[in-house]
């Protein structure tokens, strides 16, 4: 069974420009979930999506945002990008929302110059 | 106060060493709670669930205190395997629930 999938692997831009992110969840999972990870830091929950629908966000400015799609896969959008965004963002699914076990993507590594 | 503590480390431990570290959450209505294991510069596994009877998967072992609000993770005859971060996982139940994470422990196993 494939797992979770993210792509880019790395993804380098400057201040001020936009990136985008993609997750694809593992099949049969509904929800999916972004996390930020600063070099050295722990997890910080960004976003959960479930059945198409954002569930919940993390104390992050609107300038952070996604979507998630029928098929379920999600993108993470992320506008006038600053050089504190910088860091690895994980993408997790899990069969059902909230407090389910969840199986993270290897992580897209974010480097904003 | 964090949501969920947890001390930060490194803990250095030889090989065959047994390890314990806690993790300590401050709300009350944290109704699931969970151990992952995150290896430098890979994404976090889940390790196991702790339940409120306390649970043990081979070497490890998980305890829960809800009257002091803390989880703790046991690890007996650490291996050299076992050198990972370790993330405490707490899940409120309220109808938006989501997990709150530790900032994780590190620990290191050496020979």
């Known amino acids: 069974e494939a797992g979770v999938t993210q792509s880019p692997t790395h993804l380098i831009k400057t201040r001020g420009q936009q990136a985008t992110l993609r997750c694809s969840p593992i099949?049969?999972?509904?929800?999916v979930y972004w996390y930020q990870q600063a070099l050295g830091l722990g997890l910080q929950f960004l976003l959960w999506?479930?059945?198409?629908?954002?569930?919940n966000r993390g104390n992050f400015p609107p300038r952070f945002s996604g979507r998630q799609f029928p098929n379920y896969s999600s993108e993470l959008n992320v506008n006038a990008l600053e050089l504190e965004d910088s860091a690895l963002y994980l993408c997790?699914?899990?069969?059902?929302?909230?407090?389910?076990?969840?199986?993270f993507g290897p992580g897209t590594r974010l480097t904003v110059l | 106060r964090k949501e969920v503590e947890q001390d930060p480390g490194p803990f250095n431990v030889p090989e065959g060493a047994t390890v314990a570290f806690n993790c300590t959450y401050s709300n009350s209505a944290s109704q699931s709670f969970f151990w992952y294991r995150q290896d430098c510069r890979k994404e976090p596994k889940l390790l196991m669930s702790v339940y409120s009877s306390g649970n043990e998967d081979g070497r490890f072992t998980a305890q829960l205190n809800r009257a002091s609000q803390y989880i703790s993770l046991l690890i007996r005859d650490s291996k050299l395997s076992d050198s990972a971060t370790y993330l405490c996982v707490v899940a409120l139940g309220d109808s938006n629930y989501q997990l709150i994470w530790g900032a994780g422990t590190k620990l290191i196993i050496k020979p």
């Open positions: 997790a699914s899990s069969l059902a929302g909230g407090a389910s076990e969840q199986f």
């Open positions: 999506y479930d059945e198409g629908e954002e569930r």
């Open positions: 099949s049969g999972h509904t929800s």
